[in-house]
C-alpha cells in the first residue's frame, strides 16, 4: 500500500488482527443495517456505529453535529489521540461515510481497513457477537474542516467550469436515468432521473478488485485522469446519498492524493427534487440551463 | 414444492436493499414449511445466513458447495402443535 499518496490511512486485515483489544486503537463497524452485520458477527473488540442513528442528524437531513460527534466520540471512549480503524457493510460505504464525516471534525487518525468485512469473513478470522464495553472519555469541541463537503448551490456554481469535475459513481442505469432509486428505498426517490449536466460516470466499483481491496495507485491513477478527473482540477463526488460518494471521495483524496476533492452528500436524492436545477437524460430533451 | 430462488451476486451494485436485506425479505415471504434457495459465493454472506437463521428459528436445510459459489436451501418452520 506504499504507493498510495497516504498510505498510513489504509490498513490491511493481518494489521488489524494483530492489534486486536489495543487500548490505543479503536475499531469501529459503521453499519447501514446493524442488524443484518454487527449484531450477527463483527471483529472482536470493535463497536457499532450506527450509521442512520449516529452519524446523521435524525431530524434535519445533515450530517451528525459537531455535539453529536463529541458525544460519539466520549460515548465510545475516544480521545483525539485515539488511532480510528473503520470498516463496516456494504462493502464499506457507510465506513468510509463516517471517515470523511470525522474528517471534516478533525479528528486526526482515522484509518479504513482494505477489503472490509467482506475480507475479514472471507479469511475465517475471528468474529464475535459480544458487543465491547467502554469507559467514556473526554472530547474537546473541534472547529469543523471547510472545503471536504459540497452543496446545491456550490454544485450549481461549478457546472461548466473546466476548472472543476464532477464524478458521479452511480451504477449506468442510475446515470442514463433507467432508474433514481430501487423500489426498496422509497425515501430515496428522486422527482427526476438522470445526472449532472457534465458528470462522468465511473460507478464506485471500479475502484475496488475481487475481493473489495483497492486496486493498486496506476490503475486507480488510468482510471480517473483517462476521463478527464485529474489533480488540478477540484472535483466533485456524488451518488444518491453520499455514501458510495464518499468512498470514491476516499480514492481520490487519500489513495491518490487530489488537493480538492469535496463529497455531495445531498445527490441524487437532492438535486432530482430540487426545483428549476439542470438535468441530463440521454434521449431526452435538455432541461435546463448551465448557468453562466 | 419448488423452493423460491435468490442470487446474491448483484445484490449491492445500485445500492439497493443489503445481500442480507434480501434474504430477509425473501424468506418473510414464505408460507411455513416453504423453502428457499440461496446462491453466493461471499462469506460474509454465508456467515450472516446462517447466524440470522439460528436468531429467527429457520432451518438450513441443505448447504452445498458449487466451484466458488454455495447454494443455501432455507426452509421456515411450520408453527408447533400447542
Given amino acids: 500500500m506504499t504507493d498510495y499518496a497516504h498510505p498510513e490511512v489504509l490498513v490491511s486485515t493481518e494489521w488489524l488482527a494483530a492489534r486486536l483489544g489495543d487500548p490505543d486503537v479503536r475499531i469501529l463497524e459503521v453499519d447501514w443495517d446493524p442488524a443484518s452485520a454487527y449484531e450477527l458477527g463483527h471483529v472482536p473488540s470493535a463497536a457499532l456505529v450506527d450509521w442512520k442513528r449516529d452519524i446523521n442528524d435524525t431530524v434535519r437531513r445533515d450530517i451528525l453535529s459537531r455535539d453529536q460527534f463529541v458525544s460519539l466520540m466520549e460515548r465510545l471512549g475516544v480521545t483525539p489521540e485515539t488511532t480510528l480503524v473503520l470498516y463496516g457493510d456494504m462493502r464499506n460505504w457507510f465506513a468510509a461515510f463516517a471517515f470523511w464525516a470525522f474528517r471534516i471534525y478533525g479528528h486526526a487518525d482515522i484509518r479504513l481497513i ?14 464475535t457477537q459480544t458487543v465491547p464495553a467502554f469507559a467514556a472519555a473526554s472530547y474537546p469541541a473541534p472547529e469543523a474542516t471547510a472545503g471536504l463537503r459540497q452543496f446545491l448551490p456550490g454544485v450549481r456554481d461549478i457546472l461548466g467550469r473546466s476548472d472543476h469535475g ?9 446515470f442514463s436515468g433507467a432508474i433514481s432509486a430501487p423500489p426498496e428505498y422509497q425515501n430515496e426517490g428522486a422527482q427526476r432521473s438522470g445526472h449532472i449536466p457534465g458528470a462522468v460516470n465511473i460507478p464506485w466499483a471500479q475502484a475496488i478488485q475481487e475481493d473489495d481491496t483497492f486496486k493498486p495507485v496506476d490503475q486507480l491513477r488510468e482510471l480517473y485522469q483517462s476521463r478527464g478527473v485529474t489533480p488540478d482540477k477540484s472535483i466533485v463526488t456524488y451518488c444518491r446519498i453520499g455514501e458510495r460518494s464518499s468512498h470514491t471521495w476516499f480514492v481520490l483524496t487519500c489513495l491518490l492524493g487530489y488537493p480538492r476533492v469535496a463529497n455531495y452528500d445531498g445527490s441524487w436524492s437532492e438535486w432530482g427534487n430540487a426545483v428549476g436545477v439542470p438535468v441530463e437524460k440521454p434521449g431526452a430533451e435538455a432541461s435546463g440551463s448551465v448557468p453562466a | 414444492m419448488e423452493p423460491s430462488q435468490l442470487d446474491l451476486a448483484t445484490a449491492e451494485e445500485e445500492c439497493g436493499d443489503s445481500a442480507m436485506g434480501r434474504v430477509r425479505r425473501a424468506y418473510g415471504n414464505l408460507a411455513p414449511g416453504q423453502r428457499l434457495e440461496v446462491v453466493t459465493g461471499v462469506a460474509e454472506h454465508l456467515f450472516g445466513i446462517r447466524a440470522w437463521s439460528r436468531r429467527v428459528g429457520g432451518e438450513v436445510l441443505e448447504e452445498r458447495r458449487e466451484g466458488a459459489r454455495t447454494r443455501l436451501i432455507l426452509r421456515r418452520p411450520a408453527p408447533s402443535a400447542s
Fill in chain 1, 114 to 127: 482494505n477489503g472490509g468485512r467482506r475480507k475479514w469473513f472471507e479469511e475465517d478470522r475471528p468474529v
Fill in chain 1, 166 to 174: 464532477l464524478v458521479d459513481v452511480r451504477s449506468p442505469a442510475e
